[in-house]
Nanobody, 119 residues
Framework: QVQLVESGGGLVQAGGSLRLSCAASGSTFSNYYMGWFRQAPGKEREFVARIIWSGGSTYYADSVKGRFIISRDNAKNTLFLQMNSLKPEDTAVYYC????????????WGQGTQVTVSS
């Protein structure tokens, strides 16, 4: 099993930047395919970005493409989400998630970190 703890959320003005971190423990981090998701008030959780085990391939939701960058440091067991040009509609609780080999979906989740973008 892997335990995930997000940090780095906060309040930022539109156009600003934030960098989220997700610290992993309890298992070999490089064995997991990692993703970021978010859930805004009254809405369902949605996919934001994902990155493969080595970090060599990434994929983004259209809504964040060109503004957000997902990365990972396997030596430090940490996943990152650099968020630039933030918009009020990016306001949500952001979750990191891990998918182990053979799993059909993300099977480990963090507790979330709040990101609020003011206009």
């Amino acid at each position: 099993q892997v335990q995930l703890v997000e940090s780095g959320g906060g309040l930022v003005q539109a156009g600003g930047s934030l960098r989220l971190s997700c610290a992993a423990s309890g298992s070999t981090f490089s064995n997991y395919y990692m993703g970021w998701f978010r859930q805004a008030p009254g809405k369902e959780r949605e996919f934001v970005a994902r990155i493969i085990w080595s970090g060599g391939s990434t994929y983004y939701a259209d809504s964040v493409k060109g503004r957000f960058i997902i990365s990972r440091d396997n030596a430090k067991n940490t996943l990152f989400l650099q968020m630039n040009s933030l918009k009020p509609e990016d306001t949500a609780v952001y979750y990191c998630a891990a998918k182990s080999g053979g799993s059909t979906g993300y099977n480990y989740w963090g507790q979330g970190t709040q990101v609020t973008v003011s206009s």
